[in-house]
């Protein structure tokens, strides 16, 4: 037996704020999952023990280096780069890179954190990391991406692995970045091999992940509509972003019959009262994938729109249904409030913690569906898994099979949380997918780190 006694959730976060000071976006991530997990401990003394929670939101290590790189007028600029590698006990370290301005520690410990519990949930075994740098690839070349990235994987190549760490893209890091990134390590390893995921599909990368976290956050939110005995058809929805993650969800939630009013990107957001249809959202993939415009210049083009900007956020638009799609804390008190008060029932979130913890508990006392993005936007790093498995395998499953994976995957993960999020009578029935996730993330994690003793 410990012979001090365990300490209270309180005691804990003070820990937690003293040992992180000025990194906020970590101690939110660590506060959202601890206190519930305080409650789930409550009578499980082995846990306490063995100071599971203290051990997994202490990073397994941080790798942080210099990116030089030269850009086209012969400047020489200094970037920061970090490979935060948070916890391996079920699986490699996985998850994805982020290349924009506002890059911290903070930020990447937060992310690594909830990568730890998401790739939990998945079933799958990958543990949590979570990697970047403070570049920012608006307005550069091709061939100063090319040069970052390359200059990024001469320092990073040492730290990943098939079977040590395998990063993935994020803000900012999408097919072009993961392309030279992947060159380079090639180039100074000597070796193929599947150190990355989101690959073209040309050289070992999966059908369907371009498309799996935007479409998986649709299928988590399908399934807790259902489980309400509801649907998407005929539903409206206001998605925020207008990249990777948000293009899709807005693709899946038009299949499924819905009507897509907004996007956004960080200038501001477009409101479609016509609705955003396929052929509208294939013009805003090659707006941001090709053209590297802003979502600012689809109102010259679709006139049926309106463009509201000075960073300008979409949840005061009336509609059904709500997935932000673009990143951390946009969504906050107000905004949720403004949701609830319009008639909102169920938030899907596509982008990582993209709603404050205030916001979060207009949600809960509004009793609406709410899907945190631990849950709802693990589809990509799912197939993301499945792409690794390819890859040792040597082989390349189609479209359609991978299509069913990812919609298991997404149900497996609904009733995860519906086992351990359902309240029962206590809460009139209403399943806490916060909780859920939490709570089911963390046990499978925790069981394991368990069996390994004190390492
Ligand atoms: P992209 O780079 O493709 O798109 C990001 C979008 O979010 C852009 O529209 C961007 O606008 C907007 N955005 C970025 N930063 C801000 C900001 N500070 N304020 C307002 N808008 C902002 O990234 P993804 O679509 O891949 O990622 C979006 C979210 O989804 C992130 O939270 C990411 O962590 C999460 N996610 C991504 C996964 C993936 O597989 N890609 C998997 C799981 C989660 P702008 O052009 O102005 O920067
Ligand atoms: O936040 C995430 O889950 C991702 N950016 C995807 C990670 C991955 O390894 O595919």
């Not at 988590?220 to 207008?242: P, W, Y």
């Not at 040792?392 to 995957?409: A, F, K, P």
Request: glycine residues 12%.
């Amino acid at each position: 037996m410990a012979v001090t006694d365990h300490v209270d959730l309180n005691q804990f976060m003070e820990g937690v704020k003293k040992r992180n000071p000025h990194q906020p976006e970590f101690v939110q991530a660590v506060q959202e999952v601890a206190q519930d997990i305080f409650e789930f401990m409550e009578d499980k003394v082995r846990y306490h023990e063995a100071q599971i929670l203290r051990r997994i939101a202490e990073p397994d290590r941080i790798v942080s280096f210099r990116v030089c790189w030269e850009d086209d007028n012969h400047n020489i600029r200094v970037q920061r780069g970090w490979r935060v590698q948070n916890n391996n006990a079920i699986g490699p370290y996985k998850g994805g890179i982020r290349f924009h301005p506002s890059v911290n520690e903070s930020v990447l410990k937060f992310l690594a954190f909830e990568q730890t519990f998401k790739n939990s949930l998945t079933g799958l075994p990958m543990g949590g990391g979570k990697g970047g740098a403070n570049f920012n690839p608006k307005g550069k070349s091709d061939a100063e991406v090319m040069r970052f990235c390359q200059s990024f994987m001469t320092e990073l190549y040492r730290h990943i692995g098939p079977e040590t760490d395998v990063p993935a893209g994020d803000i900012g890091v999408g097919g072009r970045e993961i392309g030279y990134m992947f060159g380079q390590y090639k180039r100074i390893t000597g070796r193929w091999e599947g150190v990355l995921t989101g690959k073209a599909l040309e050289y070992g990368g999966s059908k369907m992940r371009p498309e799996a976290t935007g479409y998986g956050a649709v299928y988590f939110l399908r399934n807790m509509l259902k489980h309400r005995g509801e649907d998407i058809d005929g539903q409206t929805a206001v998605i925020s972003g207008s990249g990777n993650v948000a293009t899709h969800a807005a693709e899946k939630i038009v299949q499924m019959g819905g009507k897509v009013l907004t996007l956004s990107d960080s200038d501001g957001f477009i409101h479609d009262p016509d609705g955003i249809d396929q052929n509208k959202i294939d013009w805003v993939k090659d707006l941001k994938n090709v053209r590297r415009g802003r979502i600012s210049e689809y109102c010259d083009h679709f006139t049926s729109a309106t463009y509201h900007g000075n960073g300008a956020r979409p949840w005061n638009v009336a509609a059904d249904l709500a997935l932000p799609c673009a990143t951390q804390n946009e969504l906050d008190e107000d905004d949720a409030k403004a949701l609830v008060a319009n008639g909102c029932k169920a938030v899907s979130e596509g982008a990582n913690m993209p709603t404050t913890l205030a916001g979060v508990k207009v949600f809960h006392d509004a009793k609406i569906l709410y899907a945190p993005g631990k849950a709802a936007n693990a589809g990509g790093v799912a197939v993301s898994g499945l792409e690794m498995s390819q890859n040792s395998e040597r082989i390349s499953w189609n479209h359609e099979r991978l299509g069913e994976m990812l919609t298991e995957l997404m149900e497996g993960i609904h009733e995860k949380c519906v086992e351990y999020g359902d309240e029962g009578a206590k809460n009139g029935g209403y399943v806490d997918y916060v909780k859920g996730a939490n709570i089911a993330g963390f046990k499978k994690v925790a069981d394991a780190m368990l069996a390994f003793g004190v390492v």
